[in-house]
C-alpha cells in the first residue's frame, strides 16, 4: 500500500523517477514547494501552523472584545509575560522530543529562583554568580531525574511527579510559609522593567535579519553548487522576507512610545526578548547542527536504533533532563523577574502545564522524535496570549483555567490525530 | 582462501540454557555465507556474538587471520564488520542521510556537514545501483520495506565495512522488492565483501549463496559449498541436524539423555 503511494507520489513530482541518478535534488518552483508543502499537511506533517492559525484567532478574538488589546502597550507586555513561558517550554521540547515528560520543571524553576534570590540578599553575590548558583541547581536536578529514569528505569512522569511534590519543599523550607523574597536586582529585575535603547534595538534587529538572509543565501549557493538537495531560491527569498518583516515589525512595534501617560516615554525592546531569542538561536543551534541534537531526534525516533548505532543512550537522556531542568531555573528567574519577588508557591499552579502546552501547541510532539526549539516560543506566545487577553476582559479566573486546559487538549489532540494521519500517510 | 572472519569453538549460556556448542564459523571475501537453522538453533545469538552485543564464554574470534579481543559492539565496527539487523534500526523521523550515518556524523568547524555526508550518501547508493529511492532528502518513514532494507544495507557498506551480516533481510518483503534485495546482496559479495546471509527461505539461499552453515540446537550441523548439498539436504539438516554423511554423528538432544 505504502508502495503504490511512493510510486504516485514519485511519478507525480518527476515522471522519470525510475533511476537514482536523476533523483529529485529540488522541488523545482514554489508551485512544487507549496504542494509538497500542502502534501505534508494532509499527510499530518503539521508542524507550527496550528499555533500560528491560534494565535491568528485569539488575536482577533480578543482584539474584537477589548480595544486595549492591540495597544503596544499591552504587547510589550505580552511579550514580558511569555518570555518564561517559552524559555520553560524550549527545555520541555528537548525531554519530549525523547518522549520523556518532565512534570516538576515549574517548581524546579521556583526552587532554583530561590536559591539566587537567596544568593543576591543573603550572600550578596553579584547577578551573574547568583543565576548561575541557580542553573546549577537546575542542573543538578536534571542530573537526579535523568539518572533516575535512564539507569533504574523508572517512567519519567513517575520520577518528575516525585519531584514535583518534593521540590516544593525548598522554597517553603527556604523562605517559610507566607514569606516572600524580594527580587529586586538591577539586572534580573531589569530583565522585565527594562528596555532596550531604542537605537541599539534597532541595530540587533537588522543584524539579524542581515545575518539571516546572508546564511539562507550562502546555504542555498552551496548546496546547489555542489548538486545536493535545497530549496528552490525564491523560496528562500521569501522566508528572508517573512524573517525580515516579523523581526523588523516586531521592533518598530515596540520601539514605539507606548507609555499610556503623556508625559512619560515607554519605548525600546523588553530585555526578556533579546534573552528568548539568543536561547532559541542556540538551542535551535544545538538541535540542528550538532552531533548532540541529531542524536536527541534518533534516540526520540527509535531508541533501539539509537543504541545500536553507537548512541549512548543514557547519555543523551539525562542531557535531555539536565537541559530542560537548567532551562526551567533560567524561566523561574525570568517569572520572578516579572513578579518581582520569589514566594513559596512560584513556579506551582499552572507554570508547568503552560509550558508544556506551549511546546506541544507549537508543534513538537508528545510521542517523540518531533519538535523544534522554536516550537517553545510561538507555542508559549499562544499561551501567554489567553491569560493576557482574558484579564483585561476582567473575566473570573475560573474562565482562565477552562481555555487554557481546553488550548492544551486540543493541541494534543491535534498532536495524535496528526500522528495518526502520519503513520498511514507514511510521511 | 582465508577466511575474513572466523570464530573457532565459541560456546554461549544463558543461565542453565547452553545455547551455543563449540560453534566454528567462517566467512570469506566475496563469498556469501548462508547462515541456516530452524527457530531456536542459535542463529541470532551467533550473529550477536559477531557483532559484539553478546560476550562469549569461551571460544576465539579471529579477523583478518588475527586473533582479536572484541568486547563491544564499536570494537567490531571497528574491525569493519556490520550487521544489518532484521527490524532494521532506522529511525523514522530521520531521513536517508542522517540515518546512514547516524552515530558516525561528519562534522566541520561550524557544526554537522550535511554537504560531506549527503555527498557521500548519494556515491554510496549509486555506487549499489540503487534504483529505487526517490531523494536521499526523504524521510524513512516514507520508504517502502525493500527501500528501507536498501538503505540499511547502504548504510552498513557506506564505511567500507569488510564483512556485513544480513539479519532476514527478505522476510518482509514482496517479490520485485526481495529481488532488488538479492541482487544487491550479491553486489556486496562481487565488490569483495565476506557477507553474511540469516534466512530461512531456501531459495533464497540457494539463489545467492556460495556456503551455507547449517546450525542445529546450538551445534554446526554442516558447512558445505552449496553446490554440493541439494535444497531437500539442506532442509533435513536445520530440522534434524544430519543428513546422510553429513551432519551431526549422533542426535545431541537425544544423547545426552
Known amino acids: 500500500m505504502s508502495t503504490d503511494a511512493d510510486t504516485q507520489t514519485g511519478s507525480a513530482a518527476t515522471p522519470a523517477s525510475s533511476g537514482f541518478d536523476n533523483d529529485n535534488r529540488q522541488a523545482a518552483t514554489i508551485g512544487d514547494s507549496a504542494r509538497d508543502y500542502l502534501n505534508r499537511l494532509r499527510g499530518g506533517d503539521m508542524g507550527s501552523l496550528p499555533a500560528i492559525l491560534g494565535l491568528i484567532f485569539l488575536f482577533i478574538v480578543f482584539a474584537s472584545l477589548n480595544d486595549r488589546f492591540l495597544t503596544t502597550y499591552n504587547m510589550a507586555n505580552l511579550v514580558i509575560q511569555a518570555g518564561s513561558i517559552c524559555v520553560m517550554a524550549m527545555g520541555i521540547v528537548f525531554v519530549l522530543l525523547l518522549g520523556e515528560i518532565d512534570l516538576s520543571a515549574g517548581v524546579a524553576g521556583g526552587a532554583c529562583a530561590t536559591i539566587t534570590a537567596l544568593m543576591l540578599i543573603d550572600h550578596d553575590w553579584t547577578w551573574w554568580a547568583a543565576t548561575l548558583a541557580g542553573v546549577a541547581v537546575g542542573a543538578l536536578i536534571g542530573t537526579a531525574i535523568g539518572s533516575l529514569v535512564s539507569f533504574l528505569g523508572i517512567p519519567s512522569f513517575v520520577v518528575t511527579l516525585a519531584f514535583f511534590l518534593a521540590l516544593q519543599a525548598v522554597p517553603l523550607r527556604l523562605i517559610g510559609s507566607g514569606g516572600s523574597l524580594r527580587y529586586d536586582d538591577a539586572v534580573l529585575r531589569g530583565l522585565s522593567i527594562k528596555n532596550v535603547p531604542v537605537t541599539a534595538g534597532w541595530i540587533v534587529a537588522v543584524l539579524i535579519v542581515v545575518g539571516f538572509a546572508a546564511l539562507s543565501l550562502w546555504r542555498y549557493r552551496t548546496l546547489s553548487a555542489k548538486g545536493l538537495v535545497h530549496q528552490p531560491i525564491g523560496l528562500v527569498v521569501i522566508r528572508i522576507a517573512v524573517l525580515a518583516a516579523v523581526v523588523l515589525g516586531l521592533t518598530a512595534l515596540l520601539n514605539a512610545n507606548r507609555a499610556p501617560n503623556p508625559n512619560f516615554t515607554i519605548a525600546g525592546i523588553p530585555w526578556v526578548l533579546p534573552v528568548v531569542i539568543a536561547l532559541l538561536l542556540f538551542w535551535t543551534f544545538v538541535l540542528t547542527k550538532t552531533r548532540f541534537g541529531r542524536h536527541l531526534y534518533a534516540v526520540g525516533g527509535n531508541a533501539e536504533a539509537a543504541r545500536r548505532a553507537g548512541i549512548n543512550v543514557r547519555r543523551i537522556r539525562i542531557m535531555a533532563f539536565v537541559i530542560c531542568s537548567s532551562m526551567a531555573a533560567l524561566s523561574g528567574l525570568l517569572l520572578a523577574s516579572y513578579v518581582g519577588k520569589v514566594s513559596p508557591g512560584s513556579g506551582g499552579g499552572n507554570v508547568l502545564l503552560y509550558a508544556v502546552g506551549a511546546a506541544v501547541i507549537g508543534g513538537t510532539s508528545l510521542f517523540g522524535g518531533r519538535g523544534r526549539a522554536i516550537d517553545g516560543v510561538i507555542g508559549g506566545l499562544v499561551i501567554a496570549t489567553i491569560p493576557n487577553g482574558l484579564g483585561l476582559l476582567n473575566q473570573a479566573s475560573y474562565i482562565n483555567f477552562l481555555v487554557t486546559g481546553g488550548v492544551l487538549l486540543l493541541a494534543a489532540s491535534v498532536d495524535a490525530i496528526s500522528r495518526r494521519r502520519r503513520s498511514s500517510a507514511g510521511v | ?257
Open chain 2, 1 to 257: 582462501m582465508e577466511p575474513l572472519l572466523e570464530l573457532r569453538g565459541v560456546n554461549k549460556s544463558f543461565g542453565v540454557v547452553h545455547v551455543l556448542h563449540d560453534v566454528d564459523f567462517a566467512v570469506y571475501p566475496g563469498q556469501v555465507t548462508a547462515l541456516v537453522g530452524d527457530n531456536g538453533a542459535g542463529k541470532s545469538t551467533l550473529v550477536k556474538i559477531i557483532a559484539g552485543i553478546y560476550g562469549r564464554d569461551s571460544g576465539d574470534y579471529h579477523f583478518d587471520g588475527k586473533q582479536v579481543e572484541v568486547h563491544g559492539p564499536r570494537d567490531v565496527a571497528a574491525l569493519g564488520v556490520e550487521v544489518v539487523y532484521q527490524d532494521l534500526a532506522l529511525c523514522d523521523n530521520l531521513d536517508i542521510v542522517e540515518n546512514m550515518f547516524l552515530g558516525r556524523e561528519e562534522t566541520s568547524r561550524f557544526g554537522l556537514d550535511e554537504v560531506t555526508m549527503e555527498t557521500r550518501a548519494r556515491e554510496t547508493l549509486a555506487s549499489l545501483s540503487v534504483r529505487t529511492v526517490k531523494s536521499v532528502r526523504q524521510s524513512v518513514a516514507s520508504l517502502s520495506g525493500g527501500q528501507r532494507q536498501t538503505v540499511a544495507i547502504a548504510k552498513a557498506v557506506l564505511w567500507n565495512s569488510k564483512v556485513v551480516l544480513l539479519d532476514e533481510p527478505t522476510a518482509a518483503l514482496g517479490v520485485a522488492q526481495t529481488r532488488q534485495v538479492l541482487d544487491l546482496v550479491r553486489r556486496l559479495a562481487d565488490r569483495g565483501l565476506g557477507v553474511v546471509l540469516i534466512s530461512h527461505n531456501m531459495t533464497d539461499v540457494f539463489e545467492v549463496a556460495d556456503r551455507i552453515t547449517a546450525l542445529y540446537l546450538g551445534r554446526v550441523a554442516a558447512d558445505v559449498p552449496v553446490k554440493d548439498v541439494t535444497h531437500s539436504q539442506v532442509v533435513e539438516l536445520i530440522t534434524a541436524g544430519r543428513s546422510g554423511d553429513l551432519g551431526i554423528a549422533e542426535n545431541p538432544a537425544t544423547a545426552s539423555v
